[in-house]
């Protein structure tokens, strides 16, 4: 039952992953391969501390050497009141990576585009009229949409491998405070940190399955000799 269940659940979040980025005009960048690292971590927490947290919590995020270095820790996160943003708070990230993937929050930050309409005074491509506003403006600059709205729509609806990447339709009006390709990582850094705190211990449970395959290895050959001296017995 169990099983069912687990299988169920599985189905059900696949199917909103793939809904999800359907309904969007562009197709997803993949992040790029940077290798994490303790120092990368650290450094993506403290983009997190600084820009993200005043309005977004990570409850499932307790005490670690990670967070404590880069001063994402319990006793700063935010209490969100579920009736502020008109019922649209921002919502809790321990889990965001696991749940939309790590290529969907990379591209998340290169689809806000300006967009005089909205009270923000940005709209975005893969959550169009999102009450968030845009973290990085100073950071990254700020985006034109180089298409109308009704060709947005017209997008939404191509199958995925006819989908442009956001920098086909996005066009920069205003070059940010820092490199393009120094945002990228700082970027990158920030989505390996959120990809770390939904499974913290990943690295470790990756190092003990070496282990574990190796001692399956050593107790198949000895079960084999085993097995071998005990027909000789028989024999
Ligand atoms: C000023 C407050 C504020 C800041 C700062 C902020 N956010 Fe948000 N965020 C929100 C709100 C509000 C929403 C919900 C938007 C909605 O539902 O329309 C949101 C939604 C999101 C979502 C969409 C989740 C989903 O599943 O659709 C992600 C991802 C996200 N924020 C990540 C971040 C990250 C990472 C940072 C820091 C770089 C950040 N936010 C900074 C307010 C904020």
Redesign the pocket.
């Known amino acids: 039952m169990r099983k069912f269940f687990k299988a169920f659940i599985s189905i059900v979040i696949a199917l909103n992953v793939i809904e ?1 980025c359907d309904a969007a005009p562009i197709r997803l960048e993949s992040m790029p391969q940077l290798k994490s690292s303790q120092a990368r971590l650290i450094s993506g927490g403290r ?2 501390a ?7 919590s990570l409850q499932y995020f307790t005490h670690d050497p990670i967070g404590d270095a880069s001063g994402v820790v319990p006793d700063r996160m935010p209490k969100i009141d579920p009736e ?2 008109s019922g ?4 809790d ?1 321990s889990l ?1 990576t696991r ?2 993937g790590t290529d ?2 990379y591209t ?2 290169y689809s806000y585009y300006q967009d005089a309409s909205r009270p923000t005074g940005s709209n975005h491509l ?2 169009a ?5 845009n ?2 403006e100073q950071l990254q600059g700020t985006h034109q949409l180089m298409i109308s709205k009704d060709q947005l729509s017209v997008l939404e609806k191509q199958p995925a491998s006819q989908k442009p990447p956001w920098y086909r339709i996005l066009k920069t009006m205003h070059a940010g405070s820092i490199p393009a390709a120094e945002f990228d990582t700082q970027l990158t850094e ?2 390996l940190f ?1 990809e770390y705190v939904g499974e913290p211990h990943r690295a470790a449970r990756e190092a003990l399955g070496g282990w574990v395959i190796m001692f399956l290895l050593i107790f198949f050959v000895v079960a084999f000799l085993l097995y071998r001296e005990y027909w000789k017995m028989l024999d």
């Open positions: 999800l983009l997190f600084q820009h993200c947290m005043q309005c977004h502020a943003w649209h708070p921002p919502p990230l965001i749940y939309r969907w929050l998340y930050f893969l959550t009229n999102t009450s968030m506003p973290p990085f920030l989505v959120l």
